[in-house]
C-alpha cells in the first residue's frame, strides 16, 4: 500500500468531505515571503501526498515583475524542478472561499531528496534544530503593520489610501475606518485560525496593525506568512489593495514589522528572567540581545530586505536606524518590554512588514544564539529619546550596504548557510541593479522642464 493510501490523508479526505470542501490549496513561501500555490481536487490529495507537486526551482529566483534572475541552480540547470508535498498538520478552511482548504507544503529537491536550499521554512527549520542544540526553544510573537488602499486610476500608481484621516492612532471603529475593515477582517482571520488576538488603527490614515499570539518559533513565521497572504486576498475581493510594503506613501510613516522573542527551557520555563540579574534579565537574555546588535547591520540585510525599505528610516519614525537597546523604550533598536517572569522578552523593531516572516525569525534567531555561544554582555541601555549618532553606531542605509554586510558576516552565513546565501545575495543584488536602471517620477519631476 502506498503511503498516499494510508490512513492519516484517508481521515483528512473524510473529514475535508464532510465539511463541503472539495479542493486544497497548497501553498508555500517564496525567497520574498510571496505566497505560491496551487489547487489539488481532494480525490488527488492522495497522490499529492505521495509524490509531491512539481514546481519550476526558478520560481525562487522570479522577481515581482516576472523576470528570472540567474541564480545558481536555476537557468544554468535548465530550470529544474523543486517537490512540494502538502503538509496536512496546518489543513485549515478557507472562511471566504467555500468549499476551499488550505495548508502549507514542504519544499524538497528531488535530486538529493534533501530540502530545497532557499526554501525560507526549511532555514528557519534548521536555525530552530540549531537553538536546541543549545537547550533553547525559541518563542516569537509578531506585529504586522500595512496600509489599505482604494483604485484610482487617474492617479499613478493606480492607488490611493483608503483613508486619510489624521490623528487616529491606537483606535477602532468608524472615526478611522468608515467601511469597517477592521473588524470585517479581524473576524475572518479568526475563523481562519491563525491565532490572531486583536488590531486597531494605526498612526497614519489606512494603516492597520494586527497582532498575532506568540508561539514556537516555526508556528509563528507559519501564521505570520498566512496572515499577510490572507489580509492581501481579502482586500482583492473587495477591490482594495492591502500592502506590506515598507514605506508606500511620501508624506506618512512605513509599516513595520516587530518581533517579540523569548526562549524557554525543556521545562517550558522562560530563560530571560532572573529577577537578580541586571534589569531582571538573564545572562541568556542579555547575550541574546548583545547577538543581535552584534549581527545587526547583516541582519537588516533581511529584516529590511527592500529598496524601499531604508526610506521608512530616519529621525522621529520610531523605525530603528541605529544600532542601540532599551528598556521599554520605542526608540531602540531592541526593546525590552516592562513585563518580567513568564513574559520576560526582547522585541526586535527592526523589521519592516515587507521581511519575509521565515526570514527575518530565521536570521534574528541566529544572531541571538550566536549572542548566547559567545556570551558577551550588552553595552548599557539607551536612556531617553534615542537616535543620537554619537552615542550609537549606524544601520546600513541602503540595500546594497545592507547585502554587503550580511555576505561580510561569515558567522551568521555560516548558521543560514551558504546555499541560501548566495541565493538570496544574487537575487536582492539583482533588484538594486534593476531600480538603478529604472528611471522614477521623482527624476522626470526634478529634471525634465528645467534640463
Not at 532555514?123 to 484610482?152: I, K, N, Q
Not at 489580509?231 to 482594495?240: I, P
Request: hydrophobic letters at 40%; a negative charge.
Amino acid at each position: 500500500m502506498s503511503a498516499s493510501e494510508t490512513s492519516p490523508v484517508r481521515h483528512h479526505m473524510k473529514r475535508l468531505a464532510s465539511e463541503g470542501i472539495d479542493v486544497v490549496r497548497v501553498t508555500y513561501p517564496d525567497l520574498i515571503g510571496t505566497d505560491r500555490a496551487r489547487d489539488v481536487l481532494l480525490d488527488h490529495l492522495p497522490a499529492a501526498c505521495d509524490h509531491g507537486l512539481a514546481f519550476c526551482r526558478a520560481v525562487y529566483h522570479t522577481t515581482p515583475q516576472g523576470d528570472v534572475v540567474d541564480v545558481s541552480g536555476g537557468l544554468d540547470a535548465g530550470l529544474p524542478d523543486i517537490c512540494v508535498r502538502p503538509d496536512l498538520s496546518t489543513l485549515t478552511a478557507l472562511p471566504w472561499e467555500p468549499g476551499v482548504a488550505s495548508c502549507l507544503g514542504d519544499v524538497t529537491d528531488p535530486a538529493t531528496g534533501l530540502p530545497a536550499p532557499e526554501s525560507p521554512r526549511d532555514l528557519l527549520r534548521a536555525v530552530v534544530d540549531r537553538c536546541a542544540e543549545h537547550g533553547l526553544r525559541p518563542v516569537v510573537g509578531p506585529e504586522l503593520e500595512y496600509f489599505l488602499c482604494d483604485a484610482d486610476p487617474g492617479t499613478p500608481p493606480g492607488w490611493r489610501r483608503y483613508s486619510d484621516a489624521e490623528g487616529v492612532v491606537y483606535t477602532a471603529g468608524l472615526r478611522a475606518d468608515g467601511d469597517n475593515h477592521l473588524l470585517r477582517t479581524l473576524r475572518l482571520l479568526r475563523d481562519l485560525d491563525i491565532g490572531v488576538s486583536n488590531g486597531n488603527h494605526e498612526f497614519d490614515g489606512s494603516q492597520f496593525e494586527i497582532n498575532l499570539t506568540h508561539s514556537d518559533a516555526m508556528d509563528a513565521a507559519d501564521r505570520s506568512f498566512r496572515f499577510k497572504a490572507a489580509v492581501k486576498e481579502l482586500a482583492r475581493r473587495e477591490g482594495r489593495l492591502a500592502t506590506f510594503m515598507a514605506k508606500p506613501f511620501n508624506g506618512v510613516g512605513g509599516s513595520g514589522f516587530h518581533l517579540h522573542m523569548s526562549c524557554v527551557d525543556a521545562e517550558g520555563r522562560n530563560v530571560f528572567d532572573d529577577p537578580s540579574a541586571p534589569h531582571g534579565l538573564s545572562a541568556t537574555a542579555r547575550h541574546a540581545a548583545a547577538g543581535i546588535l552584534a549581527h545587526a547591520p547583516a541582519l537588516t540585510a533581511l529584516a529590511n530586505p527592500t529598496v524601499n525599505s531604508y526610506k521608512r528610516f530616519g529621525p522621529d519614525t520610531l523605525a530603528p536606524w541605529l544600532i542601540d537597546w532599551g528598556m521599554d523604550n520605542r526608540s531602540a533598536m531592541v526593546r525590552v518590554p516592562p513585563e518580567r517572569g513568564a513574559g520576560s522578552r526582547l522585541e526586535l523593531r527592526l523589521g519592516d512588514a515587507s521581511a519575509n516572516p521565515y526570514l527575518l525569525i530565521a536570521g534574528t534567531l541566529a544572531a541571538a544564539l550566536l549572542g548566547v555561544l559567545a556570551g558577551e554582555e550588552p553595552p548599557a541601555p539607551l536612556e531617553g529619546y534615542g537616535y543620537d549618532t554619537t552615542k550609537s553606531a549606524l544601520l546600513p542605509s541602503a540595500l546594497p550596504a545592507a547585502l554587503d554586510a550580511l555576505e561580510a558576516d561569515t558567522a551568521l552565513t555560516e548558521i543560514l548557510g551558504k546555499d541560501f546565501t548566495t541565493s538570496y545575495l544574487s537575487y536582492k543584488r539583482d533588484e538594486v541593479a534593476r531600480f538603478h536602471r529604472h528611471v522614477t517620477d521623482w527624476e522626470f519631476t526634478e529634471y525634465a522642464y528645467h534640463l
